[in-house]
């Protein structure tokens, strides 16, 4: 995977190519020996036949179950629907799971539809976001039938049988911090009391941003990309965020966001999409004068994740589809996956790329 092109701030500066890594080894056969090769596959039925797998559906919509929260050390999901969040023993799907009624408000379900949207699959609270606040409680999201709202879910502190409720039924406004639609591609991260989250931020999806917004409803200063700004961001479908330190000091910390867009680069004859990495500082306050409540700290790079082919010409894969960092001892290197795809018809539609630890350093 590599990383090509930097912008600073919106403003495209002269090309840098950074090589991160080739591509995993190729697939070797499955009687390979004994050696320690991880599986690259698995197919559904094999996942079946092995018994390791459990189905929730509780009658829930296709494609609703979009937030989970894994607890390992208490041994809980919770898992976001469409207007229920739920609570599953994560050793056995098999218990009763525990869950909280969370609809849309009467007068934004009416609304949504008198907009056109489509009641049974549109206007309902979606919940697209479940991040742990502190020891005790969890900050969720969710669309409100286009009328985003946030609250806190009350976990109490006996580990063994949580609270498991909403502190409030009607919560603070999400906008800026969850999407308007359930369709709509979304990440967010929530650290030290800030959210940090690549959405669409208006009823008609078409102003995205990477937004920080408070959690704490007495703070309603934010940051934003510049909106309808292609150089910043061009139609961007999130993918996901994380929080990367850089030294030992917090505040040298960044968060790192990754999606695909359709690329500047490219002609109107020739419409390309990009994968992109794009970071921000935690201690960013903004700019000045045109910058006012603007990421001053803002820089994009393009992320190439290709094959060798025949006659020297490389096939990109340049659709990312799926991210996972994979921490290591060092907190400042982690090692970051992504899975691509490519619109070519010649060529295997998926491969599976990673950046070296020193990600942070690249984008200097």
Known sequence: MMIVGLWRTGRYSPLLVFLLNSLLPLIRPSNAGNQNIPRLQLSHEELKSRNSSAVFWDGGERGAYQALLLDEDRGWLLVGGRDHIYMLNSDSFTQPARKIHWPAGQEHIERCKYAGKN?????????????????????????????PQCTYIDLGHNLEKPTFRLLNQVGESGRGKCPFSPQEP?????????????TYVDFMGTNAAIFRTSVHSSNQHYIRTEAYQDHWLNEPEFVGSYSIPDTHSLDDDKVYFFFKETAV??????????????????????????????????????????????GGMDTHFDELEDIFLLETKDSQNPVIYGVFSTSSVRVKPMTLCTSPPEISQMML
């Open 119 to 147: 009641l049974l699959m549109d206007c309902a609270n979606y919940v697209r976001l479940l991040q742990p606040f502190n020891k005790t409680h969890i900050y969720v999201c969710g669309t409100g039938a286009f009328h």
């Open 186 to 198: 979304f990440t967010a991260r929530l650290t030290n009391g800030d959210l940090y989250a690549g």
């Open 265 to 310: 680069e490219s002609n109107q004859l020739d419409k390309r999409i990009y994968s992109r990495v794009a970071r921000v500082c935690k201690n960013d306050i903004g700019g000045k004068l045109s910058l006012i409540n603007r990421w001053s700290t803002f820089l994009k790079a393009r992320l190439v994740c290709s094959v060798p082919g025949p």
